[in-house]
């Protein structure tokens, strides 16, 4: 039995996400302002038919598949999104699911640490791979369950702040977004993801 953990679409992938995608991923890199698809199911190994049918039903490319033993996570995008959204009903198809057989995202933890630290700055850059970190400025991070929605929280929370993106990671047991920017930005820029976390449906997560 197929799980569905992750299932969110994006409607405009913002150019920060767009470029740390490009930055990471191993697949067909997107470009700014595409539609972009994020399922994570479990357990991992069924990601693989679940890519196959997205992409012999459409025309989306796929810039991310990650199989774990436990978690399996897809990204498709397109210009057209139309597109994005038919390979997102294929997929549900081919899962025997209804995108409320998500689940709903938790936040396990979010922060927001003030005028970082010059040394703290620089041990979060080095294990970064995103922008940098300045002195000064402050950091936002949130934990996400499951762990798919991470970017979600990080486009929405791109287009509401100029903030610069840290790092993501949209895998494993939990999702983890590092935000950094000036002190009311980053207060906006936290606001407007936890929101939008809040207003996904689905089913309530369970834990592990």
Do not use: C, W
């Amino acid at each position: 039995m197929v799980t569905l953990r992750t299932y969110i679409f994006l409607d405009d992938l913002q150019p920060q996400l767009a470029s740390f995608i490009g930055k990471t991923a191993r697949g067909f890199l997107p470009v700014p302002h595409v539609a972009s698809l994020f399922v994570e199911i479990a357990p991992g190994i069924a990601i693989n038919s679940v890519t196959d049918r997205a992409l012999k039903t459409t025309q989306v490319a796929p810039a991310i598949q990650i199989v774990e033993r436990a978690y399996g996570l897809l990204e498709v995008h397109d210009d057209d999104q139309g597109n994005v959204l038919q390979a997102g009903e294929a997929i549900l198809d081919e899962l025997g699911l209804t995108k409320e057989d998500r689940y709903k995202p938790r936040v396990v933890s979010n922060q927001v640490i003030r005028s970082i630290e010059p040394y703290q700055s620089q041990i979060i850059n080095r294990n970064s791979k995103g922008m940098m970190l300045l002195p000064g400025q402050s950091l936002f991070i949130l934990e996400t369950e499951p762990a798919g929605y991470a970017a979600f929280a990080a486009n929405e929370a791109e287009k509401a702040a100029n903030v610069s993106l840290i790092d993501v990671r949209p895998y494993g047991a939990f999702g983890r977004l590092y935000l950094g920017g000036s002190e009311s930005d980053i207060d906006s820029a936290a606001e407007a993801a936890i929101n939008a976390l809040e207003e996904v449906t689905g089913k309530e997560f369970k834990g592990r």
